[in-house]
């Protein structure tokens, strides 16, 4: 298996061989401790890159081969460049070469310096006659800012239901939740859960963090009713229409009132067939014309996507299933059954485009109802092994290797995600075209992206098939090109965004996404002195361009968090590895802690009649006072902690033994809690003002009171730190234990 020196370990051959194709033979999850990665896991990894390094001889061929490459080639098959300055690869060229630039303008330019942004494609030829092509990124120097300091509230869609919905929150709903809370609330954004397509089945996968495809949204979001077409229904299918309204109402009914989970796989049902119905109503001319510059505008890969929604619908969702000449979306058999299938392939397209526009109006609604950001939207960290991208874009992804996690001092055992990476030599080859042409979309109707484990642009760690999580290894990215794509969209849209950054986290990554403009994620409990004695920390040592929240949707709701309620929530299911006492204890004195820092700060007041500062609602409250006084640029509010929803929306490390991705927003009780009643709490209206608050005054008054509190919050860096080492910071939720 490729020389493995001891216990496997990667001869000095192997090592030097996966140096220059980006694979790691170690990392550091400490500053003192170094783990070796097997040479199974590297010779596997190398296999999935097409590099064959199986044995002693073959290691050195290989080796052999790629040194004279890289000696011999004039520059790499992507070249990046910063602003105006000269992209460092071409500065380097050989004195006296020849470039040509066509740029994405459409320009000719025979010099490197002051391109314009874009990607575009040099020719460069050396004095000696070697030729080389490449695609050139040229990317602003950083991404653009939120605009000031702002709040917004997270959710997950699915759990917001209100009096209209079909058993399942939708875009109407959204829409419904943006211009309110930008009118009434002040609130700058709303984000949301990935709306990513999911891969169709009985019963559908329910996490939206392993869905069919990135590129293209999901039509279960879609509000029936907002579609103009179906106002023009004829008497026959109106009559058809009403009976799926009675079994939309009672799904919804069924979720609100008896206590039933929220059914993805009925709602779609449901959803279909009222979708079948209007779509046979004819377009108008002007509707007509926006769906055909809707289809010009995305081209293959909509045509691919549908293809493959049309064949699941015939073949099922899993294409190893599908006949041989199917799995292939260029051979002639997938043609022939495009052709045969095409009235599917146009339903399925013309459901992407009225969830487009939806999406759309959404992001319109919220901007017009005042929110400087709007909605930001979740980019998922990778897609279903079976679905749509990975089949339209099978040569991008890495075969026989799924993403995931190394062990940490969270999860022992590591994480396999199963989902396959894409192949970064694959990437660069052309241009990052995919990783393009998927922002471009997202920020079609994003006012802000949040990329889950968005240390996934520098490196993920890939696990071979059929092996445990322990036995991957890292597979470096080129961020400097990622990052160049990212900001590139980014800043053509206009847009914000977020990197989920916690978790493992190798040296320099958040500095470097920091000085690209990519704002971290920062949660509560997780940010404490981890270089010194591991207190909390002072909310004036916080980091500035982040967003701030108590908590996320893979974690404890705050009401949750404060009672205990989660610890015994993993007993009753057998999550624990260490007894209860010592659970509820070390969860104990991890409240007691921050709550005593609250009422140093002067942050625990009584809320409502009570003046009680010891009730709950009023240590929630304070937490959020806590978030307002620090730097933070962006401030989220966990929707359902507003009305003290005490179930999380998923518990990591379960498949089927919780409902997660199903639940609805509840009260503290349970009762689930419909949009009408959300915008009606009181509750709710007051956490929202305690984080309205004059946030520039919040921030003052917090360095000043941090200095009053006494020296055992310690000196030393925030989650960034760890020099020389990957950092561990909170859990990683990079689809980490989302099933």
């Not at 399942?168 to 809370?181: I, K, N, P, T």
């Not at 004695?533 to 004036?540: T, V």
């Not at 809320?607 to 929630?620: K, L, N, V, W, Y």
Request: hydrophobic share 40%.
């Amino acid at each position: 298996m490729g020389a493995p020196g001891p216990a496997d370990h990667p001869s000095e051959e192997l090592a030097r061989l996966a140096a220059l194709h980006g694979v790691a033979t170690s990392y550091r999850p400490s500053p003192d401790r170094t783990v070796t990665a097997s040479a199974t896991a590297v010779v596997r990894a190398l296999a999935a890159l097409d590099v064959d390094a199986r044995t002693p001889d073959a290691v050195r061929a290989a080796l052999t081969a790629r040194e004279e490459e890289l000696r011999t080639r004039l520059l790499p098959p992507t070249v990046v460049g910063r602003g105006t300055a000269t992209p460092p690869a071409l500065a380097a060229l050989p004195d006296g070469t020849r470039l040509h630039i066509t740029t994405e303008q459409g320009d000719t330019r025979t010099a490197a310096d002051h391109l314009p942004p874009g990607v575009h494609h040099v020719t460069a030829t050396a004095p000696d006659g070697r030729t080389a092509h490449a695609h050139l990124i040229v990317a602003p120097p950083r991404l653009p800012a939120p605009p000031g300091r702002t709040h917004g509230l997270m959710v997950q869609l699915y759990s917001l239901l209100s009096r209209r919905s079909w058993g399942m929150g939708d875009l109407g709903d959204l829409r419904e939740l943006a211009g309110w809370a930008g009118r009434t609330l002040g609130t700058g954004f709303l984000q949301v859960n990935p709306l990513h397509a999911a891969v169709p089945g009985t019963p559908t996968d329910p996490s939206p963090y392993r869905p069919s495809s990135r590129r293209f949204p999901d039509p279960v979001h879609l509000h029936v009713e907002d579609i103009p077409e179906y106002a023009h229904l004829d008497d026959r299918d109106r009559d058809r229409l009403r009976t799926l309204l009675d079994r939309a109402a009672h799904l919804r009914d069924a979720v609100l009132h008896q206590g039933a989970h929220i059914d993805r796989d009925a709602v779609w049902d449901t959803k279909r067939e009222a979708l079948e119905l209007v779509r046979r109503v004819p377009l108008g001319p002007g509707r007509r014309a926006a769906y055909c510059d809707f289809l010009a505008a995305q081209g293959r890969p909509l045509e691919d996507h549908a293809t493959w929604c049309a064949l699941a619908e015939q073949h099922g969702p899993d294409m190893q299933r599908w006949p041989a000449d199917l799995r292939d979306p260029r051979s002639p058999g997938t043609d022939r059954a495009r052709r045969a299938l095409m009235d599917r392939v146009d339903f399925h397209t013309w459901l992407a485009w009225l969830t487009d526009e939806q999406l759309t109006t959404a992001q319109r609604t919220a901007r017009e109802a005042g929110m400087p950001v709007g909605i930001v939207h979740d980019l998922a960290v990778g897609v279903h092994p079976g679905g749509a991208d990975a089949w339209a874009q099978q040569d991008h992804f890495a075969t026989g290797m799924s993403a995931g996690a190394p062990p940490d001092a969270f999860n022992a055992r590591g994480q396999d995600w199963g989902l396959p990476p894409w192949r970064p030599d694959r990437l660069a080859a052309c241009g990052y075209a995919p990783f393009r042409d998927l922002l471009r979309a997202l920020f079609r109707y994003a006012g802000a992206l949040r990329i889950d484990h968005v240390m996934g642009l520098f490196r993920l760690w890939w696990v071979p098939e059929g092996h445990p999580p322990t036995e991957g290894t890292y597979v470096h990215y080129d961020a400097d090109a990622m990052l160049a794509v990212l900001v590139l969209e980014a800043s053509r849209a206009g847009a914000p965004v977020i990197g989920e950054d916690l978790g493992t986290v190798e040296p320099g990554v958040r500095e470097e996404l920091r000085s690209r403009g990519v704002l971290g994620t920062s949660v509560l409990w997780f940010e404490r002195d981890w270089e010194g004695d591991g207190r909390p920390l002072p909310p004036d040592r916080w980091r500035a361009d982040c967003l701030a929240t108590a908590t996320t949707h893979d974690l404890p709701p705050t009401a949750s968090r404060l009672t205990g309620d989660h610890v015994d929530l993993r007993d009753r299911l057998g999550l624990l590895t260490r007894p209860l006492t010592v659970e509820r204890s070390e969860a104990a004195a991890d409240v007691t802690e921050w709550l005593d820092l609250l009422a140093r700060l002067g942050l625990l007041q009584g809320t409502g009649g009570s003046g009680d500062p010891s009730s709950e609602e009023a240590r929630i409250q304070a937490l959020h006072r806590y978030l307002v006084r620090t730097p933070a640029r962006m401030i989220g509010i966990w929707l359902p902690d507003g009305i003290g929803d005490r179930r999380p929306q998923n518990l990591p490390g379960t498949w089927d033994q919780y409902p997660n991705w199903r639940l609805p927003i509840a009260d503290p009780t349970g009762r689930p809690a419909t949009l009408e009643d959300l915008t009606a709490s009181p509750r709710l209206r007051a956490l929202i003002d305690t984080v309205r608050t004059d946030t520039g005054a919040g921030a003052a008054a917090g360095a000043a009171a941090s200095a009053s509190v006494d020296a055992g919050a310690g000196a030393g860096a925030s989650a960034d730190a760890g020099a020389g080492a990957d950092v561990a910071s909170g859990t990683d939720t990079g689809g980490a234990a989302r099933p």
